[in-house]
């Protein structure tokens, strides 16, 4: 597609129960970012994935936090047992590999997530 | 460690022209970014800075000073369409394209 597409955009869940959110970047790019976004505050890493493979995922708050990107397209953020801190807005971005010139991060509009 | 600062709240009058200053301490750097965001939606691009001095694109310039860790974004003949967040991020040295944000600042401007 022409950008990144998130579902689903808005998400409220009980806590202890799970959710999957799901990232469609840019067809093509080999880059791909997770990020958590409280209220207010600025958007913070959990994780990246180069093609299929996650190579970093020191971002993630806690083991109960779970991404896939099994094909090396579509991504999926899997978050278990939910707590009323997970709250925020998930934004997924991807780009074209490498970090030369300004290789941009394109982001999607978000899933904001709300644990009663 | 890593630290971006920016202000958190800013205010100004339409058609004037605002400066949004950003200083960073990180263990690398490969680029700083900055990137405006409205209220519920996706952060998109604004400008890009490597070397030191003054890119210019529009009403929207961005300076940069390495040897300072710091950067600002001035905009010109603001709009209302310019209230907003914007967000200063600067990108590790590391091989991939990581960036680390600051808080925002939020730019209100008024008629």
């Known amino acids: 597609g022409a950008g990144v597409s998130q579902s689903p955009r808005y998400k409220v869940a009980k806590r202890g129960q799970d959710v999957a959110l799901r990232c469609d970047p840019i067809?093509?790019?080999?880059?791909l970012f997770w990020y958590q976004q409280a209220l207010g505050q600025g958007p913070e890493f959990l994780t990246y994935?180069?093609?299929?493979?996650?190579?970093?995922k020191s971002g993630l708050p806690s083991d109960r936090f779970f991404a896939e990107r099994p094909e090396g397209s579509v991504s999926t953020l899997k978050i278990q047992r939910t707590q009323q801190e997970d709250s925020a807005v998930y934004l997924c971005a991807s780009s074209p590999q490498g970090a030369r010139g300004a290789n941009v991060l394109t982001f999607g509009a978000g899933s904001r997530l709300t644990v009663l | 460690g890593q630290n971006i600062d920016q202000p958190t709240e800013m205010t100004a009058t339409e058609g004037a022209i605002v400066q949004i200053n950003c200083t960073y301490q990180?263990?690398?750097?490969?680029?700083l970014f900055w990137y405006q965001q409205h209220a519920g939606e996706a952060p998109t691009f604004l400008s890009y800075n490597v070397l030191d001095g003054l890119e210019e694109k529009g009403r929207f310039s961005s300076f940069l000073s390495r040897s300072k860790g710091y950067s600002y974004l001035l905009l010109k003949e603001l709009q209302m369409k310019d209230s907003a967040s914007y967000l200063c991020a600067v990108r590790e040295t590391g091989g991939y394209n990581k960036l680390i944000f600051g808080a925002g600042t939020r730019l209100a401007v008024h008629p």
């Open positions: 067809s093509g790019h080999v880059s």
């Open positions: 990180t263990s690398g750097f490969n680029g």
């Open positions: 994935f180069q093609n299929e493979a996650q190579l970093d």
